[in-house]
Each structure stands twice: as structure tokens, then as C-alpha cells.
């Protein structure tokens, strides 16, 4: 099967065309990281009318691409839940004028699975497995069990992580950095915390110690590391810590945090997994995917965690842990593969914006 994947959930008009083997035919994409940047956060008008003025030419480009011939294309799959409504529609209106167009059939997708399941068009990973989202909407530890059965095991009670790291380098300025100005929070966070002589400077009281499941929280590390940029602003008489001396101190030590978060709550969901009998103990296996795991030292830090206990650890290549096309493609391939309906008839009041993923088991996880 061919499938031509739509992705316009967020900030990311993405297209691709991926075949049954999990071949790239064709793949375009259009960022608006940029314009959110200097807008201070993603407005959902500004970014569906970007959508709007893209998406045909994104479509257009991943098609020319792919040089294959519309008639060897079996199906149209868009994202449809979850993310901004307004992002959302003008996907499913541009499937629904493709489907009608060339009669293709439309296959709706769940945004979090296409990011949990591409990981398989790069390696043979078998379900079930475990999952580790981390991005700029989501925090969440989930089961595959199958295509499209999960059981979700905890997620973030406030900010996602993604989410926390743009707004830490929001107040921190570092777009004023001439070298981070273009880049997304998490990804300026990362290289400026490389420089960094000492991750231990600061010490940010680590979430939910006393909470014995596999939910994630980031609003206090946010607001704790606030407080500290606001203590050395007033001590250098300074507003934007990217002045300070110490702000690659400052953004080794949140990044530190947060991965140690996240890395205590894997491992607990490892151990449930592994009582419970959900994960067959020879074939431990945990994906990450979603922008954050686009950060190396959380990447680095998860496989050392991996080690430690036995389960081998997945990425797929950081440009497609970011939105894009391919994943939805992919989505399409795999439902198709396992004989899922085609959806008739899928209309926009259909469009999802809140979903959540799988049966949600996180109460349990104790
Ligand atoms: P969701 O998938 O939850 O709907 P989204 O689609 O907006 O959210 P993604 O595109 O998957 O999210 O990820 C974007 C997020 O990833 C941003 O918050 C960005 O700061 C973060 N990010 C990108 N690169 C890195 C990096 N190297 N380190 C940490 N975070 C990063
Ligand atoms: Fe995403």
C-alpha cells in the first residue's frame, strides 16, 4: 500500500507519501517555529492561516517528490485528533478535497499514535512495547499493545515538557542569542546547556517524590527555576538571564531536571510493566518519540536507564520525532496493513481536539 499522510495538528504543515515497506517517497514540510518564536507562543489564528497558505504547495512539493503517480496512491491519511482545532480543519478540508478529487479513501489518525508508531518503520519492534512521548503538548507513558490498542500509564498533571522548555527559554531570552535565536526552546536549552562548566549549579527540587505512579509534572521545576533567574537578574541588575554569567549553568541544570523526571517515571512504568506482565521480559523494549526526544541528553540519559534494566531503546531519527508527514503516512500504512476500516465520510465536526490516548490505566500504576 501507498499512502499519502497529511500532519497540520500544530505548527507543522507536513506531508509525505510512504509505501508499504516504509519507503520515503516523498516529504515536505513547512515549520512555522520561526514566526511563533518572535510572536512569543503559538496563536492558533496565525498558525491555521499559515496552514491555510501552504498546504497545497506542501502536498504539491512531497507529490512531485515521490514522482509517483497519483493513481498508485491508496489512501489519504490526516491527522484529525488531538491539537488546535483551527490547525486541524484545514488538514481534513484539504483530505476530503484530495479523496474527492481522485477518490482516494481517507484514513483518520490520532496524532500521539503516529508519533508512538513510527519508530517501526525504522526497526523491527514488535508489540507490545513501551512509549515514551515527550513534546511540546504531551507528557505520557504508554503501552502498544497493538495499531491501534494502548494503555496509557500516566501523563503530565500540568505542563508538557516541551511546553516548559520554551517558556524557560522564553524568560530566560535566549532568542536574544544571536546562535539560538532561530532554534525552539528545547533545542537552545540543549546546546546552551552543553557549555555549560557545571550542571549541578543549581539545585531545582525534583516533582512528585512523594506520588508512587507514573504521572509527570514540570510546573514547579518551571517555577523554580523562574525564581532563580529572578534571584540572579536582581543580584547583576539585569531582566533576561541570557546576560547572566551563569546561563548555561542555569539551562544544564533545568535540562538536568527534567531529565531525571522523566527518567524516574520510565523507570517505575518499567517495573509495572514488567509485574504486571505487559511487557514479555525477553523483549524489553521502550521507544521514545515526540520534539523533546529530539534532545540528545535525555536520549543519552533514557538508553543509560535501558541499561540498567535490561530494556533496549528506540528513537527515531530526530526530524521525524518533530511533526511531519511521514509519521501520519506511516499511520495510514499500518492500519491499512492490519485491515482497519477507511473512514466514509469523515467530516470536520468529526476533528477531535482533545484525545486521549488509549484506555487509561493510571490510576492503577501504583
Ligand atoms: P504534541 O505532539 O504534543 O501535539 P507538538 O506537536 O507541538 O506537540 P512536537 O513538534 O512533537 O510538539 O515538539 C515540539 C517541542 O519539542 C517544542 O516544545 C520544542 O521546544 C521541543 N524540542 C525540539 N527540539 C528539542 C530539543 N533538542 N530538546 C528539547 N526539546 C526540544
Ligand atoms: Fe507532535
Given at each position: 500500500a501507498t499512502i499519502l499522510g497529511i500532519e497540520t495538528s500544530c505548527d507543522d504543515t507536513g506531508c509525505a507519501i510512504v509505501n508499504g515497506h516504509g519507503q520515503i517517497l516523498g516529504e515536505a514540510l513547512h515549520s512555522q517555529t520561526l514566526v511563533h518564536l518572535r510572536n512569543g507562543g503559538i496563536n492558533p489564528i496565525i498558525a491555521r492561516d499559515l496552514h491555510r497558505d501552504s498546504i497545497d504547495s506542501i502536498v504539491g512539493e512531497a507529490l512531485a517528490k515521490s514522482q509517483c503517480d497519483i493513481s498508485n496512491i491508496d489512501g489519504v491519511a490526516v491527522t484529525v485528533?488531538?491539537?488546535l482545532l483551527a490547525s486541524l480543519q484545514i488538514g481534513v478540508k484539504y483530505a476530503k478535497y484530495f479523496s474527492r478529487k481522485y477518490k482516494k479513501p481517507i484514513i483518520p489518525i490520532h496524532h500521539m499514535e503516529a508519533h508512538a508508531l513510527v519508530a517501526r518503520m525504522y526497526e523491527d519492534i514488535q508489540f507490545p512495547f513501551l512509549v515514551l512521548l515527550i513534546s511540546g503538548g504531551h507528557c505520557l507513558l504508554a503501552v502498544a499493545k497493538d495499531v491501534e490498542d494502548f494503555l496509557l500509564l500516566g501523563q503530565s498533571l500540568d505542563d508538557a515538557p516541551g511546553e516548559a522548555f520554551d517558556k524557560v527559554a522564553r524568560r530566560m531570552k535566549l532568542r536574544n542569542i544571536p546562535e539560538y535565536s532561530h532554534l525552539a526552546g528545547g533545542r537552545a536549552i540543549e546546546l546552551a546547556a552543553k557549555k555549560a562548566k557545571d550542571t549541578h549549579s543549581f539545585q531545582l527540587p525534583p516533582p512528585l517524590?512523594?506520588?508512587?505512579?507514573c504521572n509527570f509534572s514540570f510546573s514547579g521545576l518551571k517555577a523554580s527555576i523562574g525564581r532563580t533567574i529572578q534571584n540572579l537578574e536582581a543580584r547583576h541588575g539585569v531582566v533576561g538571564a541570557q546576560v547572566i554569567p551563569q546561563v548555561h549553568e542555569l539551562c544544564a541544570s533545568f535540562q538536568l531536571a527534567v531529565t531525571e523526571h522523566l527518567m524516574h517515571r520510565t523507570e517505575r512504568a518499567m517495573e509495572f510493566c514488567i509485574k504486571k506482565e505487559l511487557i514479555p521480559p525477553d523483549r524489553k523494549n521502550l521507544v521514545i518519540s515526540g520534539g523533546v526526544a529530539c534532545n540528545d541528553f535525555i536520549f543519552e540519559s533514557l538508553k543509560a536507564l535501558g541499561n540498567k534494566t535490561q530494556f533496549k531503546v528506540y528513537r527515531p531519527p530526530p526530524p521525524v520525532?518533530?511533526?511531519?508527514g511521514i509519521m501520519i503516512a506511516w499511520n495510514g500504512v499500518e492500519k491499512l496493513r492490519k485491515g482497519l476500516e477507511f473512514t466514509p465520510n469523515f467530516d470536520l465536526k468529526d476533528i477531535e481536539p482533545q484525545c486521549p490516548l488509549g484506555v487509561n490505566i493510571s490510576n492503577q500504576v501504583l
Open positions: 485528533k488531538p491539537g517524590v512523594r506520588s508512587r505512579d520525532c518533530t511533526d511531519n
